[in-house]
């Protein structure tokens, strides 16, 4: 009968704190408290709950308003002058392709210097945006002046590739 008790008090059941009609087969190991499978994030340090990972991840995303605004523009008016720059000449479609990435992770490079490397939750997004909001820009300004849709490729791709380059370096740094 005792070691029944015991074992019946090994195997308490938890339920999940969020989720009171579930069981709670994880602990978040910060905090300490039961949490359903749904519930659990699962991190390179082990299982948390969704407010761990939330206060860990603001501290980590340092940068203001401000600072998301100034890499946006700084996104938006460098990969504007190169889009524009690649509008004038005419690129071949190859050295879009070759030159593409590393203008873009130029532009990257500059916008994360500017706001001291800082780091904002939709920074990448964001950036990537005006990066590819930028380099169309030669296609918008057609586009708005005349009312004609001019398929520059050139331009196209440039803007693609760069807005992933962007994204890329953003998400890669370390
Ligand atoms: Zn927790
Ligand atoms: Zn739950």
Known sequence: MA???QTSEHEEIHYCE????????????????YMCVQCAVQTPVGYRCRQCVRSQEDKYFNASDSDLLITGAICLVLSGIAGWIIGQIG????????????????????ALRAVQR??????????????????????LYIFLQAGVFV???????????????VYGRMAMRG
Not at 24 to 31: K, M
Not at 151 to 165: M, Q, T, Y
């Open 151 to 165: 398929p520059r490729l050139d331009v196209i791709l440039f803007a693609g590739i760069a807005a992933f380059a």
């Open 18 to 33: 969020v989720h009171p009609e579930r069981e709670a087969t994880l602990r978040c190991n910060r905090c300490e408290r």
């Open 91 to 110: 690129l071949w479609l190859l050295f879009v392709i070759i030159l593409g990435a590393p203008v873009g992770g130029l532009i990257a490079e500059v």
């Open 118 to 139: 800082r780091r904002g939750r939709y920074m990448k997004q964001v950036s990537a945006a005006a990066t590819a909001i930028g380099a169309l820009f030669p296609v």
């Open 3 to 5: 070691s029944q008790a």
